[in-house]
């Protein structure tokens, strides 16, 4: 295979794009499947114990160095930029640091597993103790060099500290239960029990937290599980009676290693996935109470009566429960809320007690109402922000209010009660269960998303609905719970109903942290660009690339524009964003083209920044000063965001038009109304994503083939976009897409990676 292709097959698999793609892992796979079936035949008999061992453990270290190898020195390790500052590339590094120093771990596991066979019976547990202490030390390093998720607040952090207690005093018990040696001293067998119930519990809330999707977490869990199986292997006694109990540390130290080398790929690559459900946590309390019964019952059948120390390691548990619900609850009740902070006095005088009659207004009357309502009581709390798009009077403002009332009012049932809330607000207290609490919110949303005729004017307004059980909590608990869900359904772009679960505090934090973040990442040289190039679906040779943003935190880690972007237009940075963007992609554009090569560059925009009045003549000024041709610029918008602002955006791409500069709209959803759009828009390219090109094999829906041939009459170039399939790439080319992208042709990387890819082909002017 020639060099170039092999470039082609490595390098462009290495980043990925905006989507993540689930690959099988068949070395992996493989490697599973030779322990699997060794572990049997140990089991069985025909092969020691500890051989099975050492092959297994050979076998997965091996392969998982492979890949940590490849991280460290070989194609996948992340580039450092000689011209970056020494903060740029101290951070480029860190990555590769970790991944050496957790190669050398996973090593010497490997040799650990490796050198017991061989190892004479008095000095097998010094060697096991050996190995286990140089694979933590060089773990811990290599761990230590990973960026870690924002802390949780101090309440957060304590009510995940008390969720792992009594979990870990039951996977102790069990460690307790399955290392009855004889001969082996109280102390000894109690201390290696306890590290093996922390291990395993730490192992299960690495995986099963919040940030359970990240290949920082990934590597951890890695570590725990490699950890356990070495403290296995330790505990082991000396001579024959070790037997089949050796088997155990087989899986925990395969899937270890393996896991370790997956979560630093994950990480080097900076892979994410953008939308995934949060991961469940019943496993926390479901694995540990199984082990535990089954463990008993062995034990039970076995004939061994329950000692003192499993009778004290059981009865542990039962405390930390208690506590943890106490000291959750109190930990809430401190939480601090200015913005919720509600006086226990009644409201002022001049304040309007009542509205339509017989509506109660201000916060202490709900709090009252909530305080009278019998414990437990279900039933939920809605909280409503109706966010007027215009900014009226003070009067209009009371009368848009009365309105939002008596609309609330009509939709809610005679035993529930709403209040008027000082500032465009309103909240609705309801016996009903939360399915019918979660439907009453979206009732709330349809009747207040009304426009609304007052004074005049016609007014419009886009709600926010926050709900909280009223089971559990103090009334201004269920208050700051409430908003907190209104406020979630705020940041996540209004006109939607949000519960309050345990999490959500998490994820405010983690917005806070971003909003903390991002101002200045221009200016500390936090911003990157990786460009993903888009080739000619006929011979697959490129004819330009499309520049997508990355934001490599040192405090949050790598954030994608689907989370920064949102955060860049609340502050109102989204314009010097932009302007770094452009400056950094014409001028790699410029670097591209010296030798006469004529390749585009996309750059995607936001309708704000196409909408500012100097967006047009900076871009010309841009591309003077790089030298770059104006029809060497794509500047895309995305689809769904142009029709609120329609008649700006055409002005805007007609001036980029008049100048040379090619246009884009991309994310095309292909419904009537977008089709009956294009022909007002002044655009050149049109991209379409995989749920349009998926379609067009379906005979009955040939989605893709309409696109084509609607954009054919207008004159447009059709780009589909996100292939991830050679069977999407054959139904683009057949449906006379000139033009695509995606993991399937090539994969986003660094520009000195698609530089050297853009090499192999002759340079032809496109």
């Known amino acids: 295979m020639p060099v170039a292709s092999v470039f082609r097959a490595t390098a462009f698999r290495a980043i990925p794009s905006r989507t993540t793609v689930h690959r099988p892992m068949l070395p992996e796979a493989c490697v599973l499947a030779v322990v699997a079936v060794l572990v049997v035949v140990g089991a069985t008999g025909p092969v020691p114990a500890l051989g099975v061992v050492a092959l297994a453990g050979a076998a997965g270290a091996t392969l998982a160095g492979v890949r940590l190898s490849r991280l460290t020195l070989g194609p996948d390790a992340p580039p450092v930029d000689p011209a970056g500052g020494r903060l740029a590339r101290r951070r480029a590094t860190r990555p590769r640091r970790a991944a050496a120093l957790l190669h050398a771990a996973v090593v010497t596991a490997g040799l650990t597993a490796a050198v017991l066979p061989l190892a004479s019976a008095g000095y097998r547990a010094a060697a096991a103790v050996a190995g286990l202490a140089g694979t933590t030390a060089l773990l811990g390093l290599g761990l230590l060099s990973l960026p870690y998720p924002p802390r949780p607040p101090a309440r957060v952090w304590l009510r995940q500290l008390l969720d792992g207690v009594?979990?870990?005093?039951?996977?102790?018990?069990?460690?307790?239960l399955l290392l009855p040696y004889a001969g082996v001293a109280g102390p000894a067998r109690l201390a290696v029990a306890v590290a093996l119930g922390v291990l395993a519990v730490g192992t299960l809330t690495v995986l099963t937290g919040v940030h359970s999707n990240t290949g920082e977490a990934r590597s951890r869990a890695g570590a725990a599980l490699t950890m356990l199986a070495l403290v296995l292997l330790a505990a082991l006694p000396a001579g024959p009676a070790a037997g089949r109990?050796?088997?155990l540390a087989v899986p925990p130290l395969v899937v270890g290693v393996l896991l370790i080398a997956a979560g630093m790929r994950r990480v080097v690559r900076a892979e994410a996935e953008a939308s995934r459900p949060t991961t469940p946590v019943w496993p926390r309390t479901v694995v540990p109470a199984v082990a535990v019964v089954l463990t008993e019952v062995h034990e039970l059948q076995a004939g061994h009566l329950p000692d003192q120390t499993t009778v004290l390691l059981a009865l542990a548990a039962v405390p930390a429960l208690v506590a943890r619900e106490l000291l959750s609850g109190a930990a809430e009740r401190s939480m601090p809320s200015d913005a919720l902070r509600v006086p226990d006095a009644p409201p002022s005088p001049t304040a309007p007690v009542t509205v339509d009659g017989d509506v109660p207004t201000g916060r202490a009357e709900l709090l009252r109402a909530l305080a009278v309502r019998p414990a437990p009581a279900a039933g939920a709390l809605l909280v409503v922000d109706l966010h007027l798009t215009e900014l009226p009077g003070v009067s209009v403002r009371d009368d848009v209010a009365a309105e939002a009332v008596r609309r609330a009012r009509a939709v809610t049932g005679d035993d529930d009660e709403v209040f008027d809330l000082p500032g465009s607000g309103l909240a609705v207290v309801t016996a009903a269960g939360p399915v019918l609490a979660y439907a009453l919110g979206t009732q709330l949303l349809t009747a207040l998303g009304r426009p609304y005729e007052v004074s005049g004017a016609v007014l419009r307004s886009r709600a926010s609905v926050g709900l909280a059980e009223l089971a559990h909590g103090r009334p201004e608990d269920l208050l700051r719970q409430a908003d907190l869900a209104r406020r979630r359904a705020a940041q996540l772009g209004r006109d939607r109903v949000e519960w309050y679960d345990a999490y959500l505090e998490e994820q405010l934090v983690r917005r806070l942290d971003l909003e903390r973040e991002l101002p200045g990442a221009v200016a500390r040289g936090e911003l990157d660009l990786v460009y993903q190039p888009v080739l000619a679906l006929a011979d697959r040779s490129p004819v330009g690339a499309e520049a997508l943003l990355r934001w490599r935190s040192p405090v949050l880690g790598t954030v994608f524009p689907a989370e920064l972007l949102p955060v860049a237009e609340d502050l109102d940075i989204v314009g010097e964003l932009g302007a770094w963007v452009l400056d950094r992609a014409c001028r790699q554009l410029a670097?591209?083209?010296?030798?006469?090569?004529?390749?585009?560059?996309?750059?995607?925009?936001?309708?704000?920044e196409l909408t500012s009045p100097d967006f047009v003549p900076r871009t010309a000024a841009v591309l003077e000063a790089y030298g770059v041709g104006p029809d060497q610029l794509v500047v895309e918008v995305a689809e769904p965001r142009v029709a609120a602002e329609l008649p700006t955006v055409v002005a805007r791409l007609a001036g980029l038009r008049s100048m040379g500069i090619r246009t884009a709209l991309d994310d095309f959803r292909a419904e009537h109304a977008s089709?009956?759009?294009?022909?007002?828009?002044?655009?050149?390219?049109?991209?379409?994503?995989?749920?349009?090109v998926v379609a067009s094999g379906d005979p009955h829906r040939p989605l893709l083939d309409v696109v084509v041939t609607v954009a054919d009459r207008l004159g447009l170039e059709v780009?589909?976009?996100?292939?991830?399939?050679?069977?999407?790439?054959?139904?683009?080319?057949r449906a006379g897409c000139h033009y695509g992208q995606g993991y399937e042709l090539a994969r986003p990387a660094t520009a000195e990676r698609v530089e050297a890819y853009f090499e192999e082909f002759p340079s032809t002017p496109r």
């Open 166 to 176: 009594a979990p870990g005093f039951c996977l102790t018990l069990v460690g307790w």
């Open 245 to 247: 109990a050796a088997l």
């Open 719 to 733: 780009v589909a976009e996100e292939l991830e399939s050679a069977h999407q790439v054959d139904g683009a080319l």
């Open 591 to 608: 670097d591209w083209s010296v030798g006469g090569r004529r390749l585009w560059m996309s750059i995607n925009v936001t309708t704000r």
């Open 675 to 692: 089709l009956a759009q294009l022909r007002r828009l002044p655009i050149d390219l049109l991209k379409v994503g995989p749920e349009v």
